[in-house]
């Protein structure tokens, strides 16, 4: 997995505590009981999501879940392609195509999510539709982050002069 494509245990931490403040999931009630099921259930979605559309669906459709650095550019390019990489991304042939691999691995998140999240928060279709996009979002999110971020922290081989 690339670091900053998902959310490791700190990023499903604040993701269980903003769940937590705006009350979601409102049937786990408040309190270290009701965080640390929003935490469970956050998490078991990142899992799913990160296996699925990390691991298992990329090895089938034969595409390559890292983030490659664009690095040049105007910012606004640079930040319209992080963003896109939650719905694009490089095939095993090179190619730029579709990510169906991230798309499904949302939506299989999603699915899961729904069966462990209180009846009364998971309403139909919308639910899992509206998780999926959040998910893709964090992935938008997460690439943006690596590619002004990250690529700060990452060291590059120098350049060799040039030998007359």
């Known amino acids: 997995m690339e670091i900053g494509q998902r ?4 990023g499903v931490g604040v993701l269980a505590g903003i769940a937590q403040a705006g009350d979601r999931w409102g049937a786990y009630g408040q309190g270290a009981q009701g ?7 956050s998490y078991a979605n990142v ?8 691991a298992i669906m990329p090895s089938v459709l034969k595409q390559d879940p890292r983030y490659f650095y664009k690095g040049s550019g105007s910012k606004r390019s ?3 392609y992080a963003a896109a990489i939650s719905i694009i991304c490089k095939g095993d042939n090179g190619r730029w ?3 169906y691999s991230n798309v499904i691995g949302s939506f299989a998140g999603a699915g899961l999510q ?5 009846a009364n928060d998971r309403r139909g279709s ?5 998780s999926a996009l959040i998910s893709l979002g964090e992935t938008s999110l997460a690439g ?3 590619e002004f971020v990250f690529s700060k922290l990452t060291k590059r081989p120098r350049r060799a002069a040039s030998q007359p």
């Not at 965080?35 to 259930?41: C, E, I, M």
């Not at 899992?47 to 990390?54: D, E, L, P, Y």
């Not at 729904?114 to 209180?118: G, I, Q, S």
Request: aromatic residues 16%; without cysteine; glycine residues 14%.
């Open 7 to 10: 959310p490791g245990l700190v």
């Open 35 to 41: 965080y640390a099921k929003r935490y469970g259930a």
């Open 47 to 54: 899992f799913a999501s990160t296996f699925i559309g990390g």
């Open 78 to 80: 640079r930040i319209l």
């Open 97 to 99: 195509q579709p990510n």
């Open 114 to 118: 729904a069966a462990y999240v209180p």
């Open 126 to 130: 919308g639910f899992i539709l509206s």
């Open 144 to 146: 943006v982050v690596q």
